[in-house]
Nanobody, 126 residues
């Protein structure tokens, strides 16, 4: 079956950096657009960033643009989210998702995604 497994979360001070990974199995990774979402306590899951199957085209939410970098390595079935200049408001559970490449890019709504990981906690202290 399809599995997406996130790793790399943790606790960091404001201004610091963290890198997240999302490793996929059970699907042909290069056939899927990958996205990162996050959910803070009491809030809806919100879009963070997405990257097309081609490893080239990306799209970011305004709140993370210029601070976060999404990438992927199709040969390794893994996607990445590099988070720099972290702020306390970035604190959330971060989820990776996958949606088939036939979907119009960028897929910004969580309902569009076919598969999700279990999430990884990111906590930014002030």
């Amino acid at each position: 079956q399809v599995q997406l497994v996130e790793s790399g979360g943790g606790l960091v001070q404001a201004g610091g950096s963290l890198g997240l990974s999302c490793t996929a199995s059970g699907l042909t990774f290069s056939n899927y657009i990958m996205g990162w979402f996050r959910q803070a306590p009491g809030k809806e899951r919100e879009f963070v960033a997405t990257i097309n199957w081609s490893e080239i085209t990306t799209y970011y939410s305004d709140s993370v643009k210029g601070r976060f970098t999404i990438s992927r390595d199709n040969a390794q079935n893994t996607g990445y989210l590099q988070m720099d200049s972290l702020k306390p408001e970035d604190t959330a559970v971060y989820y990776c998702g996958a949606v088939h490449r036939s979907t119009a890019f960028p897929p910004l709504n969580r309902e569009q995604y076919d598969y999700w990981g279990q999430g990884t906690q990111v906590t930014v202290s002030s």
